[in-house]
């Protein structure tokens, strides 16, 4: 009897082991696991404000290209304005080319 009573202390003193040893390994996949989560809660974060800020500057070009669109319409009309007056200059231009030849051709005949 006395060595069964031993024979199962051993056993006895032999599971208390290995559930020490479960638990400390559990404990140390737990604080693993704890870290892993706070590692890869600060990268989402990174990559949050990698995004916000990204947003940000696509908000900026996006208000950019609004005003220099802006200022192109505004330089095509000014350059449609201008070709329209030069036309016009074109035409005044010829006008007085043709009064200077009819000028010319008076004086001429008036000398003649």
């Given at each position: ?29 737990r604080s693993d696991l704890a870290n ?31 005003a220099a669109t802006q200022r192109c319409e ?39």
């Amino acid at each position: 009897m006395r060595e069964r009573v031993t024979e199962l202390e051993t056993e006895l003193k032999t599971k208390s082991e290995q559930l020490v040893a479960s638990e400390s390994a559990t404990l140390a996949q737990r604080s693993d696991l704890a870290n892993d989560v706070k590692v890869m809660r600060n990268a989402l974060d990174d990559k949050h404000r990698e995004l916000e800020q990204s947003q940000r500057r696509l908000a900026e070009t996006g208000t950019e290209l609004s005003a220099a669109t802006q200022r192109c319409e505004a330089l095509g009309e000014s350059l449609r304005e201008e070709t329209g007056h030069g036309g016009s200059l074109q035409e005044e231009l010829a006008s007085l080319q043709e009064q200077m030849k009819s000028t010319l051709n008076v004086i001429t005949f008036s000398s003649n």
